[in-house]
């Protein structure tokens, strides 16, 4: 089965940027999708098709996706943006997660 | 504005039978653009894609739940439903329903609206 992989934890001090990465087998081949988890809360998706944002979504939150890893990129993250990060992709008629990232702005 | 609301028991005894339903407001389950989802987050844990229907009755399942579940849609009342056998303490979770986007052809394959999730405990 097809797996992602995400570094379990990321700390950036306040107005830098941080990357999340996600990794797997040819992801670059398929869309990559992320989502935004704070405590106590639903999943918001932050990234779908690679790099688009949803509407109401920050222009601080980008994303890209080549070869086997994509990767979310918060630029001039703020202290609202500490949250669990998760990646998602559709592979052989299944969604797949990957295990999440939890960013943490020191 | 769309709106997807679970609702069910939070307590079910191990080797019972969990079920949800998950009821859309604010726009139709019947578009052709969208399955409805599942996902679960034991807890302290990441996310986990349960299942999806669509209008029709067609479905996609997680391989690994797949023997243990069912999920069903009843469009005359805007709702779709979960159910999950012989549970066990593994099973106690967060469920979220979801709003799952489909595409013409590809991987396009997203959630967009999410429910505010139910604690379901299994209790031995």
């Known amino acids: 089965s097809y797996e992602l992989t995400q570094p379990p934890s990321v700390s950036v001090s306040p107005g830098q940027t941080a990357s999340i990465t996600c990794s797997g087998d040819?992801?670059?081949?398929?869309?990559a999708f992320w989502y935004q988890q704070k405590p106590g809360q639903s999943p918001v998706l932050v990234i779908y098709q690679d790099r688009k944002r949803p509407s109401g979504i920050p222009e601080r939150f980008s994303g890209s996706n080549s070869g086997n890893t994509a990767t979310l990129t918060i630029s001039g993250t703020q202290s609202m943006d500490e949250a669990d990060y998760y990646c998602?992709?559709?592979?052989?008629?299944?969604?797949?997660f990957g295990g999440g990232t939890k960013l943490t702005v020191l | 504005q769309l709106q997807l609301q679970e609702s069910g028991p939070g307590l079910v005894k191990a080797s019972e039978t969990l079920s949800l339903i998950c009821t859309v407001s604010?726009?139709?389950?019947?578009?052709?653009?969208?399955?409805w989802g599942w996902i679960r987050q034991p807890p302290g844990k990441g996310l986990e894609w349960i299942g999806s229907?669509?209008?029709?009755?067609?479905?996609y399942y997680n391989p690994s739940l797949k023997s243990r579940v069912t999920i069903s849609v009843d469009t005359s009342k805007n709702q779709f439903s979960l159910k999950l056998s012989s549970v066990t303490a593994a099973d106690t979770a967060v469920y979220y329903c979801?709003?799952?986007?489909?595409?013409?052809?590809?991987?396009?394959?997203?959630?967009?609206?999410w429910g505010q999730g139910t604690l379901v405990t299994v209790s031995s």
């Open positions: 040819k992801l670059g081949d398929k869309y």
């Open positions: 604010g726009g139709s389950i019947s578009s052709s653009s969208y399955y």
């Open positions: 998602q992709a559709w592979d052989s008629s299944n969604v797949v």
């Open positions: 979801a709003r799952h986007q489909i595409p013409d052809s590809g991987s396009n394959h997203f959630f967009d609206y």
């Open positions: 229907i669509y209008y029709s009755g067609s479905t």
